[in-house]
């Protein structure tokens, strides 16, 4: 006799405690030990369910993150939204970025800067036309220049440089903490004006 199919709310309370129990390993013992195996002990679960409900570790890592980075998305766009001007709006933006790494840290270096293990699998790369952040950015960028206040060149490439900035200004004083760097609070103010200096187009 066939087993009865799970109800919504069980799959979702079994996808619940599969995340739950990667979570309670990643902070016990750290990533390498986030393993489809220790997960589906953890949970109570067979490995086949692991992958049945999430594809992939990776599948599994990036559900852990989605619910808040899509309210920073949300956040991104309606910061985009009060800005008219377009340098006004990237300047926005770019604070917006920086500020969401100051104020949720942890979130920001779990989410946005996750370095794969060698040995993981690499997933399919999405377009960046996905993502708010560089998508505003760009929108910006190729509004700025049919204004003549912003430079020339390609909005896609001028919009991740834009990104690079702000990421690395969070990024390296985390990943080279053995070095008295300036932390990220002290230094948004001049990456922002310094970004834009770049950016806008001499009178």
Do not use: C
């Not at 309606?78 to 001007?85: K, L, M, Y």
């Not at 929108?139 to 206040?149: C, P, W």
Request: glycine share 8%.
């Amino acid at each position: 006799m066939a087993r009865p199919k799970a109800s919504p709310e069980q799959r979702a309370a079994v996808r619940r405690s599969i995340q739950k129990a990667a979570v309670e390993i990643y902070r016990a013992e750290g990533l390498s030990a986030v393993s489809a195996r220790a997960v589906a002990k953890k949970a109570g679960v067979s490995v086949g369910t692991i992958y049945s409900y999430f594809g992939d570790l990776t599948g599994l890592g990036q559900s852990l993150w989605e619910p808040q980075i899509a309210k920073l998305e949300t956040h991104f766009r309606e910061t985009a939204a009060q800005h008219e001007e377009p340098v006004a709006r990237i300047e926005a933006l770019l604070r917006a970025y920086l500020d969401f790494g100051i104020e949720q840290a942890a979130l920001y270096k779990n989410a946005l800067m996750f370095v794969r293990p060698g040995a993981a699998e690499v997933p399919e790369k999405r377009p960046v036309s996905e993502y708010a952040f560089p998508s505003l950015l760009k929108d910006a960028i190729k509004q700025g220049q049919a204004d003549g206040t912003i430079i020339a060149g390609d909005p896609a490439l001028l919009a991740q440089l834009l990104w690079s900035g702000v990421h690395g200004a969070l990024a390296l004083p985390v990943n080279m903490d053995r070095v008295d760097l300036v932390p990220a609070e002290g230094l948004a103010n001049q990456v922002v004006g310094n970004l834009l200096r770049t950016l806008t187009a001499t009178p």
